[in-house]
């Protein structure tokens, strides 16, 4: 049976509820429509989150995605209602939805918004470079 487009998000457990780590996925090809001019909006949506005991399954999140196609949404209201949705979902302890628009009329647009789980804090980044880059760890 073909896949269908659905509001629906799906999750499944955590396979490291015990550590931080960072998800990213990327929707390159995400369409929705100008509630104003029926035209179609492009966008790159990223989505960054770290799992609290859930994580998004991605056939699903391609579905949902798949849904906005014949929806007309303004661009900070269809950014804010897919990461409420993601929360929803997995109840995450950070995410962070960044879509970028594609232009049209001659305005590139990006919405950015973000959840943090009441308390938690990220532990801090550390950077290490690439083997063999510049101030990156070399073995010898």
């Given at each position: 049976?073909?896949?269908?487009p659905?509001?629906?998000?799906e999750?499944?457990?955590?396979?490291?509820?015990?550590r931080?780590y960072?998800?990213h996925?990327?929707?390159?090809?995400f369409?929705?429509?100008?509630?104003?001019t029926?035209?179609?909006d492009?966008?790159?949506?990223?989505?960054?989150y770290?799992?609290?005991?859930?994580?998004?399954?991605?056939?699903?999140?391609?579905?949902?995605?798949?849904?906005?196609?014949d929806?007309g949404?303004f661009?900070?209201?269809?950014t804010?209602k897919?990461?409420?949705?993601?929360?929803a979902?997995?109840a995450?302890?950070?995410?962070?939805?960044?879509?970028?628009?594609?232009?049209?009329?001659?305005?590139?647009?990006?919405?950015?918004?973000?959840?943090?789980k009441?308390?938690?804090?990220?532990a801090?980044?550390?950077?290490?470079?690439?083997?063999?880059?510049?101030?990156?760890?070399m073995r010898?």
């Amino acid at each position: 049976m073909p896949s269908r487009p659905s509001q629906t998000l799906e999750s499944f457990a955590n396979p490291s509820p015990g550590r931080d780590y960072l998800v990213h996925i990327e929707v390159p090809e995400f369409t929705c429509l100008c509630p104003l001019t029926g035209q179609p909006d492009f966008a790159t949506l990223v989505l960054d989150y770290v799992p609290h005991r859930r994580n998004l399954e991605l056939k699903a999140l391609k579905l949902y995605m798949w849904s906005y196609r014949d929806q007309g949404a303004f661009h900070e209201a269809v950014t804010n209602k897919i990461l409420d949705d993601i929360v929803a979902a997995t109840a995450p302890r950070f995410a962070r939805l960044t879509a970028r628009w594609y232009v049209r009329g001659g305005i590139f647009t990006s919405v950015v918004a973000e959840h943090r789980k009441r308390g938690w804090k990220a532990a801090p980044f550390i950077e290490i470079g690439r083997p063999g880059v510049e101030g990156g760890p070399m073995r010898g």
